[in-house]
């Protein structure tokens, strides 16, 4: 079993940046695609970005194409997300997660099967 551990949320003005980090343990994630997922109060959870097992694919939701970049480190177990050009509207709790093989499914939660716990993002405007 994974766990896994997100940091370097926080508070940032607009046109900010941040960059999150998520920590695994327990198992390497070098043969599985990870996620990056956030949500915000009263709405439901979404995909921010996935890469594959070898960061050879990535996927990023429309709302923040161009802006946030995944990667990952396999030899350290880390996935990180390099937020820039902030904005309000990505004030969320940010979570990363595990997929079940080696690639993801586009714009699904289905298939993720460790999670953890989150990270606070606020943007103030």
């Known amino acids: 079993q994974v766990q896994l551990v997100e940091s370097g949320g926080g508070l940032v003005q607009a046109g900010g940046s941040l960059r999150l980090s998520c920590a695994a343990s327990?198992?390497?994630?070098?043969?599985?695609?990870m996620g990056w997922f956030r949500q915000a109060p009263g709405k439901e959870r979404e995909v921010v970005a996935a890469?594959?097992?070898?960061?050879?694919?990535?996927y990023y939701a429309d709302s923040v194409k161009g802006r946030f970049t995944i990667s990952r480190d396999n030899a350290k177990n880390t996935v990180s997300l390099q937020m820039n050009v902030l904005k309000p509207e990505d004030t969320a709790v940010y979570y990363c997660?595990?997929?079940?093989?080696?690639?993801?499914?586009?714009?699904?939660?289905?298939?993720?099967?460790?999670w953890g716990q989150g990270t606070q993002v606020t943007v103030s405007s």
């Open positions: 997660a595990q997929y079940r093989g080696y690639t993801f499914v586009p714009a699904t939660l289905d298939g993720y099967n460790y």
């Open positions: 890469i594959s097992w070898n960061g050879g694919d990535t």
């Open positions: 327990g198992r390497a994630i070098s043969n599985y695609a």
